[in-house]
């Protein structure tokens, strides 16, 4: 029986203490709002999950502690890809004994690689994978931007779909148009924002980082992309335009989404906004400009959709 | 006694054999010809030593058995740079304690980082680090383009130097010339084919990938410079223009430098020219292209510098 | 009264003879094809149109031609931008005494300049410019992407709207929401495929290529969008996939859109299909598939939306 | 009798009074300042001379004036390249009826072409042109960096040589070497600091901006390379270093290196320092910057070698 990915799957943010330590009792809480939210999968040690910067240790405690507490609810998915062959096949490894539903696949980051050369990786990798697999397209931090037939190679081999995360909205119409009689190929956009023309015209969900935050937002702006309700979508889609324009938008530096979204988090009340090297957690004005935003965004959503519990 | 970085200092390949384990053999033979070769330095985990490509049980031998047979005869650098803080820190610590000389350090190439979150990386990481660092400014792999003012800061916080891999050699005059009031500050050129400007106006060396296969020869360009005998430089730098366009030239893909200088070293009988993932060896053609390159350059170099004990 | 710009404004080709002369036959049936086709504007002289490619004679002649056939029945926008302002001014105001509408601004494509070197570009042009203008952001041409601040000051300086080629849709997504208090500011996307989803989020039209070829699609596709059919939308996108995937797919050059859509009009027997230097029209295989895409893609509109009087 | 192009020929500024009129007299003197200055040739209208920002009268203007006045003392290259073929063309012939030497041709810079149509394009260019021409490489501002393939098309098709504006020091030693059995074929970096060693290594020369300001400064340098005199190209070499650290500092724009040196040229008294759009000249501070800058090379280039008449 295959996995079926499709809706709004977070990309879970790790919930810390002292930029070292997983935050336990945040990380609880965390899924609890997310699952409540009534999210279709998580997607943990992704980009918003600042995988490749945490050790090795507090992944696997991470991986353990979500796939116990979902307990097969909904799918997990994992980010596993690390520059070393080896490593990567062990966090999998892990991933599966704990239960894990699949694993999320980058290139391996460190060296410019060509197609051919990615193809080859791939093969390798997904006859020894322990998991499932999805390819995840991010050329901003890969430096590679898969191309139509790589992916197209990841298919045969096994892949469940593309998580998109280069923002460029062609490509994922093409990779919709190219999988159409693939109905079982999950595309999914990584870009919040390109969530219901993803859906509109054939995709299958996004992978969301504000849905950390708002999860019932985002799940309503599926369903109504899923129901071809125009008029809900243009309504939802002005409180994402508006965490765009103010809880994304109180710092111009690159890593200004994963500080964001922990921040506003934590400004809810749900963990920790510790972040790991090389990044640094907003204080001082920073923190109060997204408090009054997340305040300002719990307003207005409720007449719409809340977030949980709150 | 501070450490002074200057000469020759390869980045030294790591002999495997099957993709997984260290060629211990080929290792051992591969220090021998580079300090018989006359290098100054050795820089282990390099990109061209594929560092982040490897798991870290293969790291960790490559390193004690590098400073074991080294024994303090010239400086070993080891590339520790993790995108996780935790692992960089370890590896760091592990090189320490088996007598290696200084750590190399780039930015923690996953997450696209701006100048002041860089600085802050280093303040911290300076901060732990169990030995004296080097930096490492590489940004076809790490997307980040270290500036002036960011290398200006490393100085402050201890930096030994710079390796300079951009290919820009305008920006590694600027190097040159803004510390040129700290000479114990060393500007080392990661392009060989820039060793006798980069030394002849002011700066320390380079890191030679081709001093894996022709050590003497990189020495000897490096003496040259050092003596400002242009005539010499004219002659050696026939030799890389050749490496450059033979042994370098059977391949496209970005990671053709790794392969061949791996392939050119196991031609010479020195080690294996396995590669771990996402890499492949050469073979067949492209091996015999190497290894015609290889005879042609032992006969004309014959003359002037040999290769070590060949 | 103020020109106001929304709908399908194709930009026109520019038939030609011999890579020399104007097809002037071509170029009145072509004029007739698309204003028959219910389209709501033309920009000539454009990049489709091969605006900078042409000597200044021909574009005069071109200008004229279509003010005089045109005859205010819809707008015609001009692309003016040279990389000499004076040639900037001199081409406005001959396209101004021909009754043209408006003036299409890009940056002067030759310098790479800062945002607050392009904002006193505007600011000059704009006080010269005899005519109301649009700007034009098209970096893969000119090398700049039009920041939301430049915008900005374009709109106070009187700019009438944004025809946008970047192909970001989310920077196509920030222009809607920073004007939608300026409902007279029309914002317009230069990709096709994002046709749909500007004018459902609150843009104003399409600057389309392939409505030289099919207007009527176009326009039937546009006005699905502002009547929220997602039904049709979602047929009518199938044949613009359609010629992405046959059309403009013939050839990997970065001319291929300009030489596809010229050789399609040509196929249909509406004019010559000459391009001129540095770009070459398609012959032989090339224009085969081309014949053949034409052909299915008449059989397969059909249904539902003609070109005209073919 | 094929002309020889070697030594300094400086990207000649084009002085300008009040944005639009050409400064004949200031036009003059700057053309007897870099005779005097002993520069082995002229290049007008390149991208220091502005030239695809001026219109085409004060273009011909410019020409007639500057092959007038030198009248064969030392060649005069003319660049030409329009975005339209047919404008190459007309100035091209303009060029020689006044009497140039030579076009310099670089890729017609509005449309990304592949390295195909660059061929075809020179070829059917170089079928046409009534001048020797020399091609150009200058890929920040032309979006295309001239594969060595087409440039050895080229210079099968008669280009006297490439001026390599890249910044890319390797690329530009590629030249050289490929280049090396056809002596008769100039290669001339445009990257002023990039001279020494582009003499060392067998070039032929430069085109630097800076000799607009110090032309007795650039021909020492060149002497000196030619004479691998290496003491005297540290001496001259630290000026050069200085000149990029103060006169081209004052600004970060893309502009900054035509306005500063404008600007020098006229803190000398030579020339007005007025530029077209988009560009702005240099005013109160900036000046003042500039002339401390100039003075104090003054002073110290004194020693070595002076500017001409002062």
Chains 1, 2, 3, 4 share one sequence.
């Not at 430096?143 to 995360?165: F, N, Q, T, W």
């Not at 919709?176 to 023309?197: A, C, H, N, R």
């Not at 640094?280 to 935003?293: D, M, N, P, S, V």
């Amino acid at each position: 029986m295959t996995l079926s990915l499709k809706g709004i799957i977070p990309p879970v943010i790790t919930p810390l203490i002292n930029n070292r330590e997983l935050d336990t009792k945040g990380l609880t809480q965390l899924i609890r709002h997310l699952i409540d939210g009534g999210v279709h999968g998580l997607f943990v040690l992704g980009t918003t999950g600042e995988g490749p910067g945490l050790g090795y240790k507090i992944r696997k405690e991470l991986i353990k502690r979500v796939c116990d507490q979902v307990d097969h609810q909904i799918p997990v998915l994992v980010g596993v890809t690390d520059t070393s062959f080896e490593n990567t096949l062990s966090i999998a490894e892990y991933a599966r004994e704990q239960g894990a539903d699949a694993a999320v696949i980058a290139p391996p980051y460190y060296f410019p690689i060509s197609d051919g050369e990615m193809m080859g990786y791939i093969e390798h990798l997904s006859d020894a994978l322990p998991l499932p697999f999805v390819m995840y397209n991010m050329p901003s931090h890969t430096k590679m931007h898969l191309s139509l037939s790589v992916i197209e190679r990841c298919r045969e081999l096994g892949a469940l779909g593309i998580k998109d995360s280069s923002g460029d909205a062609a490509y994922c119409y093409s990779l919709i148009d190219k999988f159409k009689d693939y109905p079982e190929f999950s595309v999914i956009t990584g870009t919040e924002l390109y969530l219901p023309e993803t859906v509109l015209y054939g995709g299958h969900g996004a992978v969301a980082g504000g849905a950390n935050i708002f999860p019932r937002l985002f799940v309503a702006l599926y369903d109504a992309a899923v129901n071809h309700d125009l008029d809900t979508i243009n309504t939802l889609r002005e409180h994402l335009i508006k965490i765009e324009n103010t809880i994304y938008n109180v710092d111009q530096n690159p890593s200004r989404y994963i500080k964001s979204i922990k921040c506003a988090v934590s400004v809810l009340g749900i963990c920790n906004d510790y972040v790991v090297h090389p990044h640094r957690k907003f204080t001082g004005l920073q923190r109060q400009q997204i408090e009054i935003a997340v305040k300002t965004l719990l307003d207005e959503i409720k007449i719409t959709v809340r977030p949980c519990n709150l």
